[in-house]
């Protein structure tokens, strides 16, 4: 007969063992993460009064770029948020990219005015602004504590985002980067609080950006296509959405630089950023974006431009291991023919992707940038500690990045 310890232990043994089969037994699981709402297309900014008011909201702070703001883009927001009877205050103070001091400002303004949800409007730099902003204002958080690994703050204010550019994908992913004080580096936050409630994607608001910006912002998107897609967190639903995107991007980004006033175009480019930046919030980037974030806080060089300049380059370091996923991205480039092997449709690729830069008259190297030399091993190290590199599908060393930085600095363009 068993006594009452030898029952006890028994049950105690099944657990574990029962706890463990459990812990080892789901394959293959992945999250995917996307907006509560999105609407898309031409003139959804006349439908952002009636959707705030179906979720409750009484007063939004609007996170707006400055240009956007004295361009007039706001205006049918506006006029949409007085028809739905929505309170609103206007903060048009985004400048390139932002800083913690901004963000610190607008915070205040949020409880000063009891706002209860946050919009971000303009580009990558209002929306990942107006993220920091909403969760900061709910949690009453530093950047700083954001940014730590193991943040446990939650945001209990809405969120959304209006983009006026298609590339940053901001609209639909958990992260926000936001420059330092210093303007040396910057905080890269990932949190699923991050993701917007709303995305209201409309193409009239993109029509006759300057050349520039739209080819920028165009390589920045097709940046996270293409690391979504060969990243160590990738998974079917991210690569689906990813290689869609590459497609799309490199049918229409040299249309909409070509033809700022293309409104089918410049759809498909705002539906291409949103597939990618679903791609690469659930699946994640690489050391293109590793690298992109210190560069470009230290030298003040855009990031969509400091993206393109990096990604053949990385794309070349990471073919050892993603030689199938490049030929993948060679038959979405429409740079592959009947013959080629595998590798050849790899190393396609990668010349599409600098043919492309050509194309819309990006640079191709760093060296007409202010980059030195002597800063190569220390922004190494920051490339190593950016919490994009852990996607990145090649391991990576202090060395591979100083090399590869000469590389890029030393190579002279292409014409």
């Known amino acids: 007969m068993k006594t009452i310890e030898q029952s006890l232990d028994n049950a105690l043994i099944e657990n574990v063992v029962t706890h463990t089969v459990d812990e080892l037994t789901p394959r293959g699981l992945f999250n995917f993460n996307a907006p509560r709402q999105t609407l898309m297309g031409e003139g959804a900014i006349l439908r952002i009064g009636e959707m705030l008011r179906h979720l409750g909201v009484s007063h939004v702070l609007v996170v707006a770029d400055r240009v956007v703001h004295e361009k007039g883009l706001m205006r049918s927001m506006e006029r949409s948020l007085e028809r739905a009877g929505i309170e609103f205050t ?8 932002p800083d913690e001091t901004v963000v610190a400002t607008a915070t205040e303004l949020v409880a000063r005015n009891r706002a209860d949800f946050v919009l971000g409007f303009g580009g990558g730099s209002a929306i990942d602004a107006a993220k920091a902003i909403a969760l900061a204002g709910s949690c009453k958080s530093s950047l700083q504590e954001m940014a730590e690994p193991g943040f446990s703050g939650r945001r209990t204010i809405g969120l959304g985002a209006v983009p006026t550019t298609a590339g940053t994908g901001s ?44 080819a920028a912002t165009g390589i920045d998107a097709l940046t996270h296509a293409i690391e979504a897609y060969a990243a160590r967190s990738s998974h079917p639903l991210a690569k689906a ?33 949103y597939k990618a930046g679903l791609a690469f919030s659930n699946s994640g980037l690489g050391l293109v974006h590793a690298i992109s974030h210190q560069i470009g806080a230290r030298y003040q060089l855009a990031h969509g431009i400091a993206n393109g300049i990096l990604l053949p380059y990385v794309m070349k370091f990471n073919a050892l291991v993603c030689q199938r996923q490049y030929a993948a991205i060679a038959h979405m480039l429409g740079v592959t023919h009947s013959g080629m092997t595998e590798r050849e449709q790899c190393m396609a690729s990668i010349a599409a992707v600098r043919q492309l830069l050509c194309d819309i008259g990006l640079p191709g190297s760093l060296a007409g940038t202010s980059i030195h030399r002597d800063d190569f091993a220390d922004i190494a190290t920051g490339a190593l500690a950016d919490v994009c590199i852990r996607d990145n599908p090649r391991d990576v060393t202090q060395t591979d990045i100083v090399q590869l930085l000469e590389e890029a600095c030393s190579t002279k363009e292409k014409n």
């Open 90 to 97: 206007l903060y048009p103070g985004i400048t390139r990219e």
């Open 171 to 214: 609209e639909v992913t958990d992260i926000s980067v936001i420059m330092c004080a210093d303007r040396q580096h910057k905080f890269v936050i990932k949190e699923v609080d991050l993701m917007p409630d709303l995305a209201i994607v409309d193409p009239a608001l993109m029509l006759n950006l300057p050349p520039l910006v739209t």
């Open 241 to 273: 959405l990813a290689i869609c995107a590459v497609q799309s991007i490199a049918e229409a980004l040299p249309v909409v630089v070509g033809n700022s006033g293309d409104m089918a175009a410049r759809l498909t480019m705002a539906t291409a950023a």
